[in-house]
Structure formats: C-alpha cells, structure tokens
C-alpha cells in the first residue's frame, strides 16, 4: 500500500475514534432533563389545558406523584452510571462500560414502561372530551418535536 493511503486512512481512523469520544462524552451527560418532569408542573399543564374536574386533578396528581417517585431512585442511577462512564474515559475498561451500558438500557427500559403506564391509567381517567383535547395536543408535540428533529435542532421555522 503506498504512503498516502496509509496515511489517508489513519487520518480518517483518527477522526472517527475522535468523533465517537466526543459523541460518547456528549451523550454521557445525560438528556436534557426529558425523562425528570416536575409532577407539579405537569398536573398544573393537564389542568389548564384538559379542563380537569377537582377529583381528576387529584387522581392524576396522585399518579404523577407517585411515578416520579417510583422513578427517583432510576434517574438517581442513571445519572450515576453517566458519570461513571464520563470519567472512565482515560482508563476505559470494554467490561464495565459494557456491564454499564446495560444497566442503563434496562433502566431506561423501566422508565420508559412506567411513562406509559402512568400515562394509560391518565388516559382512562379522562372524559371522551378531554381525551380528543389529549390526542391534539399530543399530535402537535410529536410534529413540533419532529420538525426540530428534521432541522437538525434548530427550532426556527
């Protein structure tokens, strides 16, 4: 092999190892808060927006509440086992970023379960009404967060 592609792959070998530390390290940090919602934040949001009776407000304030604490101790975890790959950068040991990975997917696969169910057991406390009203404003979310997606983050339109 001649010179210049060896040094021509070495180089594009570098930038890729380069580009996976930084990508790894961004992702270390952890998400910007999506999975760590206020309960209170959230019951006020449903409330105004969905029209909650008193009694739905208080169910659904009491299964909010409920999840995040059910969860407290996961994103507690999660966020422990961020660190702990963030700072295993200049020892990396493949075993137990490995062993770490894992736990952060069956982790991840928890939270995202309890989400769902929370938000099951909220949707059968709602009138047909508010459901529709729910569906909506779901939609819009999914298309707005699509759209940001699509644009490479920038939220201009």
């Not at 999506?34 to 949001?45: S, T």
Request: aromatic residues 4%; glycine residues 8%; neutral net charge.
């Amino acid at each position: 092999m001649n010179m210049s592609l060896k040094k021509s792959l070495l180089g594009a070998a570098f930038a890729a190892i380069s580009l996976l530390i930084l990508s790894t390290a961004a992702w270390s940090k952890g998400p910007g808060g999506g999975m760590d919602h206020d309960p209170v934040r959230m019951m006020a949001h449903m409330s105004d927006r969905l029209d909650l009776t008193e009694e739905q407000q208080a169910q659904v304030g009491e299964l909010l509440n409920a999840s995040s604490q059910d969860s407290a101790a996961d994103r507690k975890r999660l966020r422990e086992l961020r660190e702990e790959l963030r700072q295993s950068q200049g020892d990396f040991n493949p075993e137990q970023a490995q062993a770490a990975a894992d736990e952060i997917g069956q982790i991840t696969s928890r939270m995202v379960f309890q989400a769902a169910s929370t938000q099951a057991q909220v949707y059968q406390l709602l009138t047909p009404e508010q459901r529709q009203k729910m569906e909506s404003m779901m939609a819009a979310r999914a298309e707005r967060r699509g759209k940001w997606r699509r644009d490479g983050g920038s939220k201009e339109e």
